[in-house]
């Protein structure tokens, strides 16, 4: 059975080309700095939204028109929908794809039934992973919908819901395995509080430690090799998310001792909602060696919250790949596009579309870094900013043999210190607009 008669596998043809259903710019196998293009992004579909997303709203029901759901929460259709899923990527020409446990089954009324409701869907994924060549780049629980998670997971004051959410990670942790899967995903939920009044903030802290710590424990216990990662988001469902942002995350993880076992997930959205920019958060992750994989999306400058626009924003990617190119890609990550079409956006062909444009943008976005970088435009003016440091005594500051009381021998013999020089700003923003 087909599920999308009427639309190819997506050729790439080329920035001339006028074909809606190509690429323009992402062509697998072009070299990007000694990459092909599919080992540099590492693309990957997320499952919730693409193929569970409802376009539903707090204002209305969902809008989305889904030929091939029945409606029912039933195994079969779970089961039918992997195959939709399947065909879609193989034609978008995705090499991944991401899920939680609750997207791809029906959660059961027990948690024996739901996890064989997971293990009689991930029969059919692995069949479809065998069949396409697709691969799970990182699965992840979902410890938020459920009403047992009102007041959290691992962060819950109740100790059986922590114990529910842990033997749920367990499980997921275990089909990714089965599945090849290349990471694990924590992203909080509803770790967090709304108040601090009915909040022991320490306690929920040591308790969220407490539970990675486990999930460490039990990848060794099974031999899961995957990379974990840790998504952080400052806001939306709680108040205030634990994960806030990467140096929130980083600092977490450091306190915890789980330094070695966790590199991050950052999103765009996420960022922009903790006040950073995407480059900001990439930067900040990447330079302690602890960016992981990405999920692409975009907010919206007008909207408060995690809107999860597909990127299609030129400046955004370039700046995205200027900082993944310099740490040599993503791998064992990727870009996984946390997205959703909008709710206007309802037919099957708007998911191509919606792809089909995220993958170009980044494309675009690499060969514009990667020019920027052959020029060594922003290499070589922040080299030069710097060099104050290379030698005399900027060298012995960050060699540590200064001390504040050779600094003020050096400024006393001195007088006057050497002229500042401009930063030049505009002249570099005009320059990038020139490779755009
Ligand atoms: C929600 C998060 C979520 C994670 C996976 O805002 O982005 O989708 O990526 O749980
Ligand atoms: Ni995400
Ligand atoms: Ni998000």
Same mark, same amino acid.
């Given at each position: 059975?087909?599920?999308?008669?009427?639309?190819p596998?997506?050729?790439?043809?080329?920035?001339?080309? /006028?074909?809606?259903?190509a690429?323009?710019?992402?062509?697998?196998?072009?070299v990007?700095e000694?990459?092909?293009?599919?080992?540099?992004?590492r693309?990957a579909?997320?499952?919730?939204?693409?193929?569970r997303?409802?376009?539903g709203?707090?204002?209305?029901?969902?809008?989305?028109?889904?030929p091939?759901?029945?409606?029912?929460?039933?195994?079969s259709?779970?089961?039918?929908?992997?195959e939709v899923?399947?065909?879609f990527?193989?034609?978008? *020409?995705v090499?991944?794809?991401?899920?939680?446990d609750?997207?791809v089954a029906?959660?059961?009324?027990?948690l024996?039934?739901?996890?064989?409701?997971?293990?009689?869907v991930?029969?059919?994924?692995k069949?479809q992973?065998?069949?396409t *060549?697709?691969k799970?780049?990182?699965?992840t629980?979902n410890?938020?919908s459920h009403?047992?998670?009102?007041?959290g997971?691992?962060t819950?004051p109740?100790?059986?819901?922590?114990?529910?959410?842990?033997?749920?990670?367990?499980?997921?942790m275990?089909?990714?395995?089965?599945?090849?899967?290349?990471?694990?995903?924590f992203?909080?939920g509803?770790e967090?509080y709304?108040?601090l009044?009915?909040?022991?903030?320490?306690?929920?802290l040591?308790?969220?430690?407490?539970?990675?710590?486990?999930?460490?424990d039990?990848?060794?216990?099974?031999?899961?090799?995957?990379?974990?990662?840790?998504e952080p988001?400052?806001k939306?469902?709680? /108040?205030?998310?634990?994960?806030?942002d990467a140096?929130?995350c980083?600092?977490?993880?450091?306190?915890?001792d789980?330094w070695?076992?966790?590199?991050l997930?950052i999103?765009?959205?996420?960022a922009?909602?903790?006040g950073h920019?995407?480059m900001?958060e990439?930067?900040?992750?990447?330079?302690?060696g602890?960016?992981?994989?990405?999920?692409?999306?975009t907010?919206?400058?007008l909207?408060?919250?995690d809107t999860?626009?597909?990127?299609?924003?030129?400046y955004?990617t370039?700046?995205c790949?200027?900082?993944?190119?310099?740490?040599?890609?993503?791998?064992?990550g990727?870009?996984? &596009?946390?997205?959703?079409?909008?709710?206007?956006?309802f037919?099957?062909?708007?998911?191509?579309y919606?792809?089909i444009?995220g993958?170009?943008?980044?494309?675009? *976005?690499?060969k514009?870094a990667a020019a920027?970088?052959?020029?060594?435009?922003?290499?070589? &003016?922040?080299?030069q900013?710097y060099d104050?440091?290379?030698?005399?005594i900027?060298?012995?500051?960050?060699n540590?043999?200064?001390?504040?009381?050779?600094?003020?021998?050096?400024?006393?013999? /001195?007088?006057?210190?050497?002229p500042n020089?401009? *930063?030049?700003?505009e002249?570099?923003?005009?320059i990038?607009?020139?490779?755009?």
């Open positions: 059975m087909e599920y999308f008669p009427e639309v596998v997506i050729p790439y043809e080329g920035p001339k080309s /006028k074909n809606k259903l690429y323009k710019h992402y062509n697998p196998e072009e990007i000694g990459q092909t293009m599919k080992d540099l992004f693309f579909v997320a499952y919730w939204h693409t193929f997303g409802t376009g709203d707090p204002f209305g029901p969902g809008t989305m028109v889904r091939w759901d029945d409606g029912t929460d039933s195994v259709n779970a089961q039918k929908r992997v899923a399947f065909e990527m193989s034609k978008l *020409g090499p991944y794809y991401c899920f939680h609750r997207d029906p959660e059961g009324a027990t024996a039934e739901s996890n064989e409701n997971l293990d009689a991930a029969k059919v994924l069949e992973q065998e069949k *060549g697709i799970l780049l990182w699965g629980a410890l938020f009403p047992r998670y009102m007041h997971a691992a819950s109740n100790a059986d819901v922590f114990a529910y959410a842990a033997s749920q990670v367990k499980k997921v275990e089909v990714t395995m089965e599945l090849g899967g290349e990471n694990y995903v992203w909080g509803r967090g709304q108040n009044y009915n909040t022991d903030m320490q306690r929920e040591s308790h969220l430690a407490r539970f990675m710590h486990m999930a460490v039990h990848a060794k216990a099974i031999g899961f090799k995957g990379q974990f990662l840790f988001k400052p939306e469902p709680t /108040k205030h998310q634990y994960d806030f140096a929130a980083l600092n977490f993880i450091r306190a915890h789980l070695d076992y966790i590199k997930n999103e765009t959205n996420h922009t909602l903790a920019t995407m900001h990439l930067e900040y992750a990447s330079i302690q602890k960016l992981g994989s990405i999920d692409a999306n907010g919206d400058m909207l408060g919250w999860d626009q597909f990127p299609t924003d030129i955004l370039t700046q790949m200027l900082v993944i190119l310099d740490q040599k890609g993503l791998a064992p990727g870009v996984n &596009f946390d997205a959703k079409v909008r709710r206007e956006s037919e099957p062909i708007d998911l191509f919606a792809h444009g993958m170009d943008a980044f494309a675009r *976005g690499a514009i920027i970088r052959k020029d060594r435009v922003l290499a070589d &003016f922040v080299s900013r104050s440091y290379n030698s005399g900027g060298q012995q500051i960050e540590g043999t200064a001390t504040f009381e050779t600094l003020e021998q050096y400024v006393l013999q /001195k007088v006057e210190i050497t020089k401009s *930063g030049r700003q002249l570099i923003e005009n990038i607009n020139d490779y755009l």
